[in-house]
């Protein structure tokens, strides 16, 4: 197949046309007391981490000594200082608020040996690879507490309640963004839900996301999370989830269905949508060999498509991924009614899309050949689906008919839409 496809996958929300214009960018009695607890401390443990960030950050508009003046005085190590900045914050925020003086104590010894080393501008290089070291030490020690975060997150399926008491001990946006979906989604009872809510969603947005004013202006437009359905509960999740190196986990979707496929899916149309990751299904679909066989006859002329694209192809390959985990993992959902007016606007579309490639006529686009072999195996690629549905999942005969149908749709839509001009 095409190298840059990760998979058998379709693009079915951008059919739809949802491109955003943002720019690239990379990476009971107890809950009583909880509750109690989650609307008091909040603003302070934010409060005191903002205030640890604020002592640290270099002001270049006044700089407070001469290791600063030597920092705003060069652009790279400006950005550096940046980093260090940007890396703090997200360690701060996922290392639990008790265990936070290590963190605090060796970003001291840094501020101390950065003032030595860059007090003198020529000590320029020497003070460039301190500041390196500070930023790969940094993320370093983020990467693994975001997996513990992480790993709490992947806990609420065996236990929501345990899994929220852990997350409370942090004050990051990952951490508030799963409390946001086990109040919001039930798994955790807590007396006064809105409010909590609405506090966590507030914490979020105005404290705790890294400078990204698109990606803040989107998560504004939800509006109020906390009476909103459920759809834009796990929306909100994306959105903060896109801002670390933490996965959607395969629970969302088998417990949550439709909804959760419609939050993850291509959102921005864009490098954006790279993150976050995605679970994997224990096996895909669509690489089957019947779907191999179809994929042979079509997929040799996406590659040039993709690189049209741009950044956009991005977007594209993430309505793959989920196209593919969505017939992959929790394939009844393929039957259910599109919730959102993005989704809906991409089921109509590829209605369309499937009538125009039964009726196929650009041959000079598309050889004839092709076109034909992928029709000649579609059928057995449909068969060998069903057949799957019915064993694996446990469909009857015409519902594992009815999906299969519904999945080969997707496959041969979201290429289709590679293969047409753009609305």
């Known amino acids: 197949m095409a190298s840059g496809l990760r998979g058998h996958r379709l693009s079915s929300a951008?059919?739809?046309?949802?491109?955003?214009?943002?720019?690239?960018?990379?990476?009971?009695?107890?809950?009583?007391?909880?509750?109690?607890?989650?609307?008091?401390?909040?603003?302070?443990?934010?409060?005191?981490?903002?205030?640890?960030?604020?002592?640290?950050?270099?002001?270049?508009?006044?700089?407070?000594?001469?290791?600063?003046?030597?920092?705003?005085?060069?652009?790279?190590?400006?950005?550096?200082?940046?980093?260090?900045?940007?890396s703090l914050r997200s360690l701060t925020g996922n290392t639990p608020v008790a265990e936070r003086d290590g963190v605090q104590r060796a970003q001291q010894a840094f501020l101390a040996e950065r003032d030595r080393v860059c007090a003198d501008k020529s000590g320029l290089q020497a003070c460039q690879r301190l500041h390196e070291r500070r930023v790969a030490e940094l993320q370093s020690q983020d990467s693994a507490a975001q997996k513990r975060v992480g790993a709490i997150a992947a806990g609420i399926p065996k236990d929501a309640k345990a899994a929220a008491a852990a997350l409370q001990r942090y004050d990051g946006a990952a951490a508030k963004a799963w409390l946001v979906y086990l109040y919001h989604s039930g798994a955790v009872p807590v007396a006064?839900?809105?409010?909590?809510?609405?506090?966590?969603?507030?914490?979020?947005?105005?404290?705790?996301?890294?400078?990204?004013?698109?990606?803040?202006?989107?998560?504004?437009?939800?509006?109020?999370?906390?009476?909103?359905?459920?759809?834009?509960?796990?929306?909100?999740?994306?959105?903060?989830?896109?801002?670390?190196?933490?996965?959607?986990?395969?629970?969302?979707?088998?417990?949550?269905?439709?909804p959760a496929f419609e939050a993850f899916g291509a959102f921005w149309g864009n490098s954006r949508d790279d993150s976050p990751a995605l679970c994997r299904a224990p096996s895909s679909v669509y690489d089957m060999p019947e779907w191999k066989k179809v994929a042979a006859h079509i997929d040799p002329v996406l590659e040039p498509a993709l690189e049209e694209r741009g950044s956009i192809r991005l977007g594209y390959e993430r309505q793959f991924d989920v196209d593919d985990l969505q017939a992959s993992l929790v394939p009844s959902t393929l039957l259910e009614s599109p919730m959102s007016p993005d989704a809906r606007r991409a089921a109509e579309q590829r209605q369309r899309a499937i009538a125009l490639f039964r009726n196929w006529k650009d041959f000079g686009l598309w050889?004839?050949?092709?076109?034909?072999?992928?029709?000649?195996?579609?059928?057995?690629?449909?068969?060998?689906?069903?057949?799957?549905?019915?064993?694996?999942?446990?469909?009857?005969?015409?519902?594992?008919?009815?999906?299969?149908?519904?999945?080969?749709?997707?496959?041969?839509?979201?290429?289709?839409?590679?293969?047409?001009?753009?609305?």
């Open 192 to 258: 006064d839900r809105e409010s909590a809510e609405r506090a966590l969603v507030g914490a979020v947005i105005d404290r705790d996301l890294p400078p990204d004013r698109e990606l803040a202006e989107e998560m504004r437009n939800l509006g109020d999370v906390a009476a909103a359905p459920l759809a834009t509960a796990l929306l909100f999740l994306r959105h903060v989830l896109s801002t670390t190196e933490l996965e959607a986990p395969c629970f969302l979707f088998t417990r949550h269905g439709q």
């Open 367 to 423: 050889r004839e050949a092709d076109y034909k072999a992928t029709l000649a195996a579609l059928p057995a690629a449909v068969s060998a689906t069903a057949k799957l549905y019915r064993e694996r999942f446990g469909m009857n005969g015409p519902t594992a008919e009815q999906a299969a149908k519904a999945a080969a749709d997707r496959f041969i839509a979201g290429r289709l839409a590679l293969l047409l001009p753009e609305e």
């Open 14 to 86: 951008l059919l739809a046309g949802r491109l955003r214009t943002a720019g690239c960018r990379q990476r009971y009695p107890v809950m009583l007391r909880i509750a109690s607890w989650l609307l008091a401390g909040i603003a302070v443990a934010t409060v005191s981490a903002g205030a640890a960030m604020a002592a640290d950050a270099v002001s270049c508009a006044k700089p407070a000594s001469p290791a600063e003046r030597t920092i705003c005085g060069s652009a790279d190590l400006k950005l550096a200082a940046e980093d260090i900045a940007t």
